[in-house]
Nanobody
Framework: QVQLVESGGGSVQAGGSLRLSCTARGFRVPTFCMAWFRQAPGKEREGVAA??????TTFYRDSVKGRFTISQDDYTVYLQMDDLKPEDTAMYYC??????????????????WGQGTQVSVSS
């Protein structure tokens, strides 16, 4: 049974940093991609960053480029978040997929999800 376990959320002031971690357990094959999504109250879940395991390619939403860095080590994916802004406040979710997909930035394409970790940024 696949399980994704996240850690690292918390509360910081604007300009601060946090590092999220997510470890995938139970995969029988290497992941195709691992990604981070976020969802703020009253808003849709949105892709934040994705890491394509085989090619080591990364993809970011525009609003976090230059501030967030995604990396993967075996079955653990990290999200280093620097220069955090109040608009980054949300529940952050880790997701993973073990087979090819045209996009790992669409929530519907990721079958495995973690429980979420809260990130709160105050001004």
């Amino acid at each position: 049974q696949v399980q994704l376990v996240e850690s690292g959320g918390g509360s910081v002031q604007a300009g601060g940093s946090l590092r999220l971690s997510c470890t995938a357990r139970g995969f029988r094959v290497p992941t195709f991609c691992m990604a981070w999504f976020r969802q703020a109250p009253g808003k849709e879940r949105e892709g934040v960053a994705a890491f394509y395991t085989g090619s080591k390619t990364t993809f970011y939403r525009d609003s976090v480029k230059g501030r967030f860095t995604i990396s993967q080590d075996d079955y653990t994916v990290y999200l280093q978040m620097d220069d955090l802004k109040p608009e980054d406040t949300a529940m952050y979710y880790c997701a993973a997929r073990d087979s090819w997909s045209v996009s790992c930035f669409l929530p519907s394409n990721l079958p495995h999800w973690g429980q979420g970790t809260q990130v709160s940024v105050s001004s």
